[in-house]
């Protein structure tokens, strides 16, 4: 779900400012003396030979004689903090594990779909309500496999991707695989407006009770939002390994940043300091992009595959900053304007 990149977009009636960029020096980074740069340079490497722009072909083959990593990113990168006139926002996401089965029995009944061969892209197809009332997926074959919960498969669907462990204990590695082209509908948002809950107290986790605590409410609320996603089997990675980013390669916990890819190279080392309750300063990489993440201060954090990771990505909306490290020649022409 990458986003094309924009000189200007019109929003609200206003055209967006174009980002700045500053050039920092590292003693200005909260916390950089302090974190693991190898971890951080492990992570670089896994994407850095995708990174399709000269200005990084040395960089990454420097990085492949595994230097000392403090070094490295001190000596041949440049902090780079890039404003728009958007506030920072970092939130969290994760990959969903649903327990479910291939054949449909017992208590996994709710399926997981490939996307239709009827849709044709940027066009809209049925909405989900559409799609459930009409029984319109009901003996086309589509079916990878079957969960044991209504709202565990709609949260897939938000996320986009992930596990679904069988009862024999292997799992099923599922990804975006196209959707039908509907706009999406908080549900959390909905519940408030209808006074269900205050807005500090929305969380997946109380969605989830109050839909099973109201199976007919709780069905109705999920057809509001007419947005339904489509899946794909995922065999480029082990199940045990991290999903997929926007990369083609795994992300890793805790180290993979989700960015907007027009303004936050893909592949880019991103120095975060995120604030609140659980405040982290942390060198992360740009490796996944996400349809809500738009911004030159707005970013995801990865936080791995299950429900701690989810409960802990989910209690995630805080400021801070991000600096982006860019390669030093780089970095001073995009703040003096010359590219």
Known sequence: MIKSALSAVMLAGAVMAEPTYKVLEFSDLDGWDADDHSAALTVFLNTCNDIKDPSWSDICDLAKTTPPARGFFETLFKPVLIEDEKDALFTGYYEPELRGSTKREGPYQFPIYQKPDDIVSGEPWLTRREIQEQNAMVGKGLEIAYADDAFDVFSLQIQGSGRVRLPDGTFIRVGYGGSNGRKYSSVGKILIERGVFEAHEVSADRIRKWVRDNPNDGAELLRENDSFVFFRTVNEVPADQGPLG???????????????????????????????????????IAQDTGSAIKGAQRADIFYGTGKSAGKAAGAIKDGGRMIVLLPTQLAYAKASGDI
């Open 246 to 284: 926007a990369m083609n390669r795994s992300v890793t916990p805790m180290r993979t940043l989700a960015v907007d890819p027009s303004i936050t190279k893909l592949g880019a080392p991103v120095w975060l300091e995120k604030n609140g309750r659980d405040p982290l300063r942390r060198l992360m």
